[in-house]
Protein backbone atom coordinates (compact mmCIF):
# COMPACT_ATOMS: atom_id res chain seq x y z
CA UNK A 1 0.00 0.00 0.00
CA UNK A 2 1.17 3.43 -0.75
CA UNK A 3 1.83 5.68 1.73
CA UNK A 4 -0.07 8.16 0.47
CA UNK A 5 -2.74 7.81 -2.42
CA UNK A 6 -4.55 10.25 -4.97
CA UNK A 7 -6.67 9.72 -7.94
CA UNK A 8 -5.10 11.23 -10.37
CA UNK A 9 -8.22 12.19 -12.71
CA UNK A 10 -8.30 14.42 -14.27
CA UNK A 11 -11.04 16.61 -13.05
CA UNK A 12 -12.96 18.98 -15.35
CA UNK A 13 -15.50 21.86 -13.97
CA UNK A 14 -16.78 25.23 -14.81
CA UNK A 15 -15.16 28.31 -13.54
CA UNK A 16 -16.80 29.40 -10.07
CA UNK A 17 -17.05 25.66 -9.10
CA UNK A 18 -16.25 24.45 -5.77
CA UNK A 19 -13.17 21.90 -6.19
CA UNK A 20 -12.98 19.01 -3.91
CA UNK A 21 -9.53 17.28 -4.25
CA UNK A 22 -8.51 14.34 -1.77
CA UNK A 23 -5.71 11.78 -0.53
CA UNK A 24 -6.28 8.85 1.67
CA UNK A 25 -2.51 7.97 4.00
CA UNK A 26 -1.42 4.66 5.23
CA UNK A 27 -0.07 5.70 8.60
CA UNK A 28 -1.89 7.54 11.26
CA UNK A 29 1.63 8.47 12.59
CA UNK A 30 1.93 11.08 10.27
CA UNK A 31 1.41 14.66 11.70
CA UNK A 32 1.56 17.08 8.73
CA UNK A 33 0.05 17.45 5.66
CA UNK A 34 0.73 19.80 2.31
CA UNK A 35 -0.47 20.19 -0.41
CA UNK A 36 1.53 21.31 -3.15
CA UNK A 37 0.03 22.87 -7.00
CA UNK A 38 2.42 22.25 -10.20
CA UNK A 39 1.49 24.08 -13.57
CA UNK A 40 2.64 21.93 -16.81
CA UNK A 41 6.48 21.85 -17.26
CA UNK A 42 7.14 23.69 -13.65
CA UNK A 43 8.20 22.50 -10.59
CA UNK A 44 5.13 22.12 -7.94
CA UNK A 45 5.06 25.32 -5.47
CA UNK A 46 3.41 24.88 -1.89
CA UNK A 47 0.21 25.84 -1.37
CA UNK A 48 -0.76 25.66 2.11
CA UNK A 49 0.14 22.90 4.92
CA UNK A 50 -1.70 21.37 8.19
CA UNK A 51 -0.31 19.79 11.58
CA UNK A 52 -2.68 16.60 12.92
CA UNK A 53 -6.72 17.49 12.03
CA UNK A 54 -8.72 19.94 11.56
CA UNK A 55 -8.99 22.61 8.84
CA UNK A 56 -6.90 25.59 7.60
CA UNK A 57 -8.15 28.68 5.28
CA UNK A 58 -6.17 30.63 3.21
CA UNK A 59 -8.04 32.69 0.20
CA UNK A 60 -10.10 30.14 -1.84
CA UNK A 61 -8.22 27.65 -0.65
CA UNK A 62 -9.24 25.17 2.78
CA UNK A 63 -7.26 22.65 3.18
CA UNK A 64 -8.68 19.48 5.75
CA UNK A 65 -7.30 16.34 7.58
CA UNK A 66 -9.52 14.04 9.02
CA UNK A 67 -7.33 11.78 11.04
CA UNK A 68 -9.99 9.02 12.05
CA UNK A 69 -10.43 8.37 8.20
CA UNK A 70 -6.88 8.99 7.41
CA UNK A 71 -8.32 11.26 4.84
CA UNK A 72 -7.11 14.94 3.53
CA UNK A 73 -8.74 17.55 1.39
CA UNK A 74 -8.42 20.48 -0.48
CA UNK A 75 -11.14 22.49 -1.31
CA UNK A 76 -11.34 25.56 -3.91
CA UNK A 77 -13.79 28.09 -4.00
CA UNK A 78 -14.83 30.44 -6.57
CA UNK A 79 -12.30 27.87 -9.35
CA UNK A 80 -10.80 30.32 -11.92
CA UNK A 81 -9.12 29.00 -14.84
CA UNK A 82 -5.79 30.14 -13.57
CA UNK A 83 -6.12 27.52 -10.94
CA UNK A 84 -6.12 24.57 -13.71
CA UNK A 85 -2.64 22.61 -12.80
CA UNK A 86 -1.85 19.24 -10.63
CA UNK A 87 -2.55 18.61 -7.23
CA UNK A 88 -0.11 17.04 -4.82
CA UNK A 89 -0.83 16.14 -1.38
CA UNK A 90 1.90 15.23 0.88
CA UNK A 91 2.97 13.97 3.76
CA UNK A 92 5.83 15.20 5.77
CA UNK A 93 8.13 13.64 8.24
CA UNK A 94 11.92 13.73 7.50
CA UNK A 95 10.62 13.90 3.79
CA UNK A 96 8.15 14.78 1.71
CA UNK A 97 6.08 11.75 0.37
CA UNK A 98 3.84 12.76 -2.50
CA UNK A 99 0.73 10.84 -3.89
CA UNK A 100 0.81 10.80 -7.83
CA UNK A 101 -1.47 14.10 -8.07
CA UNK A 102 -4.68 15.22 -9.58
CA UNK A 103 -5.07 16.99 -12.87
CA UNK A 104 -7.65 19.79 -12.78
CA UNK A 105 -8.66 21.64 -15.41
CA UNK A 106 -11.24 24.93 -15.14
CA UNK A 107 -12.77 26.06 -18.10
CA UNK A 108 -14.63 29.17 -18.52
CA UNK B 1 11.78 32.66 -9.70
CA UNK B 2 12.08 29.72 -6.77
CA UNK B 3 15.08 30.81 -5.79
CA UNK B 4 16.29 27.11 -6.79
CA UNK B 5 18.14 27.04 -9.42
CA UNK B 6 18.99 23.44 -11.83
CA UNK B 7 20.85 22.43 -14.61
CA UNK B 8 20.41 21.90 -17.39
CA UNK B 9 16.85 22.40 -18.26
CA UNK B 10 16.67 19.78 -21.01
CA UNK B 11 19.14 16.71 -21.77
CA UNK B 12 19.00 14.09 -24.64
CA UNK B 13 21.39 11.34 -24.55
CA UNK B 14 21.61 7.85 -25.07
CA UNK B 15 21.22 4.48 -23.44
CA UNK B 16 24.55 3.35 -21.78
CA UNK B 17 25.42 6.67 -21.49
CA UNK B 18 26.22 8.90 -18.00
CA UNK B 19 24.91 12.26 -17.31
CA UNK B 20 25.07 14.67 -14.36
CA UNK B 21 22.67 17.16 -12.99
CA UNK B 22 23.23 20.20 -10.75
CA UNK B 23 21.31 22.33 -8.50
CA UNK B 24 21.98 25.10 -6.23
CA UNK B 25 19.55 25.68 -3.46
CA UNK B 26 18.36 28.50 -2.26
CA UNK B 27 20.14 31.10 -0.06
CA UNK B 28 20.12 29.76 3.36
CA UNK B 29 18.83 26.26 2.70
CA UNK B 30 21.02 23.72 3.81
CA UNK B 31 18.80 20.42 2.65
CA UNK B 32 18.67 19.32 -0.94
CA UNK B 33 16.54 16.78 -2.07
CA UNK B 34 16.42 15.09 -5.50
CA UNK B 35 12.93 13.99 -6.64
CA UNK B 36 12.14 12.02 -10.35
CA UNK B 37 8.93 12.49 -11.94
CA UNK B 38 7.74 10.38 -14.74
CA UNK B 39 4.12 10.07 -15.99
CA UNK B 40 3.39 6.68 -14.61
CA UNK B 41 5.19 6.67 -11.17
CA UNK B 42 4.22 10.58 -10.02
CA UNK B 43 6.81 12.11 -7.99
CA UNK B 44 9.28 9.83 -6.65
CA UNK B 45 12.06 10.63 -3.57
CA UNK B 46 15.23 9.85 -4.16
CA UNK B 47 17.94 10.87 -1.58
CA UNK B 48 18.37 13.85 0.71
CA UNK B 49 21.61 15.43 1.73
CA UNK B 50 21.59 18.01 4.20
CA UNK B 51 25.18 20.48 4.97
CA UNK B 52 27.12 17.63 3.18
CA UNK B 53 25.96 14.31 4.36
CA UNK B 54 23.20 12.11 2.93
CA UNK B 55 20.10 12.21 5.11
CA UNK B 56 17.75 10.26 3.54
CA UNK B 57 17.39 7.87 0.80
CA UNK B 58 14.28 6.91 -1.03
CA UNK B 59 13.88 4.69 -4.57
CA UNK B 60 17.35 5.69 -5.61
CA UNK B 61 18.53 2.93 -7.65
CA UNK B 62 22.55 1.81 -7.58
CA UNK B 63 23.01 3.55 -11.39
CA UNK B 64 22.09 6.72 -9.80
CA UNK B 65 24.53 8.77 -6.93
CA UNK B 66 24.50 12.06 -5.52
CA UNK B 67 26.49 14.37 -3.35
CA UNK B 68 26.80 17.74 -1.91
CA UNK B 69 29.45 19.69 -1.71
CA UNK B 70 30.79 22.21 0.73
CA UNK B 71 29.44 25.35 -1.42
CA UNK B 72 26.34 23.28 -0.71
CA UNK B 73 25.16 23.02 -4.24
CA UNK B 74 24.32 19.53 -5.24
CA UNK B 75 25.07 16.88 -8.26
CA UNK B 76 23.11 13.46 -9.23
CA UNK B 77 24.86 11.35 -11.52
CA UNK B 78 23.18 8.80 -13.68
CA UNK B 79 24.79 6.10 -15.30
CA UNK B 80 24.35 3.19 -17.93
CA UNK B 81 20.95 5.36 -18.61
CA UNK B 82 18.41 3.28 -19.34
CA UNK B 83 14.96 4.50 -21.90
CA UNK B 84 13.08 4.05 -18.59
CA UNK B 85 14.98 6.59 -16.89
CA UNK B 86 13.21 9.21 -19.20
CA UNK B 87 11.90 11.71 -16.35
CA UNK B 88 11.88 15.08 -15.12
CA UNK B 89 14.26 15.33 -12.11
CA UNK B 90 13.70 17.71 -9.56
CA UNK B 91 15.73 19.82 -7.14
CA UNK B 92 13.91 21.07 -3.90
CA UNK B 93 15.97 22.82 -1.01
CA UNK B 94 14.55 23.47 2.70
CA UNK B 95 16.51 25.33 5.36
CA UNK B 96 16.53 22.24 7.81
CA UNK B 97 17.32 18.72 7.90
CA UNK B 98 13.62 17.27 7.85
CA UNK B 99 10.79 16.92 9.99
CA UNK B 100 7.72 18.79 11.29
CA UNK B 101 6.29 21.15 8.55
CA UNK B 102 9.60 20.34 6.32
CA UNK B 103 8.33 22.86 3.45
CA UNK B 104 10.31 22.02 0.24
CA UNK B 105 11.07 24.95 -2.50
CA UNK B 106 11.53 23.22 -6.15
CA UNK B 107 13.60 24.11 -8.92
CA UNK B 108 12.30 24.33 -12.26
CA UNK B 109 13.80 20.42 -13.33
CA UNK B 110 15.79 19.08 -15.41
CA UNK B 111 14.16 17.45 -18.61
CA UNK B 112 15.88 13.75 -19.97
CA UNK B 113 15.12 11.81 -22.58
CA UNK B 114 16.71 8.63 -23.02
CA UNK B 115 16.84 7.35 -26.50
Known amino acids: QKEVEQDPGPLSVPEGAIVSLNCTYSNSAFQYFMWYRQYSRKGPELLMY????GNKEDGRFTAQVDKSSKYISLFIRDSQPSDSATYLC????????FGTGTRLQVFP | DSGVTQTPKHLITATGQRVTLRCSPR?????VYWYQQSLDQGLQFLIQYYNGEERAKGNILERFSAQQFPDLHSELNLSSLELGDSALYFC??????????????FGAGSRLTVL
Open chain 1, 90 to 97: ARSTDKLI
Open chain 2, 92 to 105: ASSESGGGGANVLT
Open chain 2, 27 to 31: SGDLS
Open chain 1, 50 to 53: TYSS
